[in-house]
């Protein structure tokens, strides 16, 4: 599972989970947008709508992918743990992977029932090449994915300004972005 607020997704987090599918030989990545993250108060930019459209867009190609709405069905703040004990429930007997990514690992202490999470699911930290980690943050598997240079506020800021985003985020999620006025004006 990949959780996040994916407001808007891109490149990088497409990247990082194909990478995490072939590397841990994974059956699917589950994206799984948040509906309110507890540790940032402030809203997402974009309605939940809109996100999910732009992750059933980036993906439509890649059935290793499911978007995952469990989380906005849910409502009100996003908890991992509360997540991760549903899909316990759901898929009895597999492995289950939290991929986080290495800003994430550094704020996983702050996590509500971090230790139900750890002993429920395989932590994957995704590092970039070259990146340092500052020693092990957290017991589980680090793995190395291609180093993407864009994050969603870079894409939003682009926008914003009138730049091309392009290479940043799927055509098709770029196209989506362009026919909504998304991002247009700071929130």
């Known amino acids: 599972m990949f959780g996040g607020t994916f407001d808007p997704v891109h490149n990088g987090h497409l990247s990082a989970g194909l990478s995490a599918i072939r ?36 993906t439509e190609d890649q059935p290793a992918f499911v978007v995952d709405l469990r989380e906005i069905d849910r409502g009100g703040l996003s908890y991992t743990a509360d997540t991760i004990a549903e899909l316990r429930m759901e898929f009895l007997g597999d492995e289950l992977f939290l991929l986080l990514g290495s800003d994430a690992a550094k704020d996983f202490s702050r996590w509500r ?19 340092e980690t500052m020693g092990p943050i957290l017991s589980g598997t680090y793995l190395e994915v291609p180093l993407v240079d864009v994050s969603s506020s870079m894409i939003r800021t682009a926008v914003r300004r009138g730049g091309v985003i392009d290479e940043m985020v799927p055509a098709s999620v770029a196209s989506y972005i362009h026919d909504r006025g998304l991002y247009q004006s700071d929130i």
């Open 23 to 58: 590397q841990l030989n994974l059956d699917q990545i589950r994206l799984i947008p948040v509906c309110q993250q507890p540790l940032k108060r402030s809203a997402p930019v974009t309605s939940a709508n809109d996100r999910v459209a732009m992750l059933e867009l980036a």
């Open 113 to 131: 029932d971090t230790s139900e999470i750890e002993r429920d699911v395989q932590l994957v930290i995704l590092t970039r090449p070259g990146s």
